[in-house]
């Protein structure tokens, strides 16, 4: 489980990389971590996620200086945590979001991002919507299992004509199931800000910069593919 103290070590391994292409993410129990497999994973991709190019609406601005925004313009609805006085005050913001979603079995994921300064926490259903059967036959023969990477724009295709037939569309439309709706993104910033002591209440428009440069990296692994069939 996701604490104060693990979430401020990862942090501080993304600041000490130095290196913009060098992440960190966090995979919840329901968000595509296995059963007492929950870790941090390091990966380093020598470009920008879609999810970094992404606009985002501000929020608020705690007293620690961390200023909270929400995505806009991206198929999964998320919050992104910024700034901060200090490494520990950004980290401890999003420890309480993150433990406050934890804590009603809201599955999420998080993404350590440009060296560990801007922090990406993602709620997501889409494991829910597969036992209720909410989700298409469709989606589900691509055998993806969107956790962090996957939410973050970066896909593994597992079977050969996904990655030939490979579109913004058809990434969206997946990342699309995965993002809670509208109204129950709302519901959940409502819990996570009263958790911790502020209001929700959207201040500003901040166009971070635009999603020109094309949506998803897709690659194809058949020896997932592989490994999947022989499961």
Not at 8 to 27: D, E, H, P
Not at 53 to 80: E, F, H, M, Q, W
Not at 212 to 229: L, M, N, T, W, Y
């Amino acid at each position: 489980m996701i604490d104060h103290k693990s979430l401020l070590l990862a942090i501080q391994m993304a600041t000490v990389a130095a290196n913009s292409y060098f992440r960190l993410g966090y995979n919840s129990l329901g968000a595509f971590a296995t059963i007492n497999h929950l870790h941090f994973q390091a990966y380093y991709l020598a470009m920008p996620f879609p999810i970094e190019k992404a606009p985002s609406l501000k929020i608020t601005t705690t007293n620690d200086c961390v200023k909270i925004s929400k995505l806009l313009k991206y198929p999964v609805r998320g919050l992104l945590f910024e700034g901060g006085s200090s490494i520990k005050d950004l980290s401890d913001t999003v420890a309480n979001a993150s433990v406050c979603l934890q804590n009603n079995n809201i599955p999420f994921n998080i993404l350590i991002s440009d060296s560990g300064k801007q922090i990406f926490l993602l709620p997501q259903c889409y494991a829910e919507k597969q036992a209720l059967g909410e989700v298409s036959s469709k989606l589900l023969d691509t055998q993806v299992n969107p956790a962090v990477w996957e939410m973050s724009g970066h896909m593994v295709l597992k079977r050969k004509e996904d990655y030939q037939g490979a579109s913004e569309e058809k990434a969206w439309s997946l990342l699309a199931e995965v993002s809670l709706s509208e109204e129950r993104f709302k519901e959940v910033n409502t819990m996570i800000f009263e958790a911790m002591g502020f209001s929700g209440e959207e201040e500003e428009l901040e166009e971070q910069s635009s999603m020109d440069g094309g949506f998803i990296r897709a690659q194809c692994c058949p020896s997932v593919k592989e490994e999947a069939v022989s499961n």
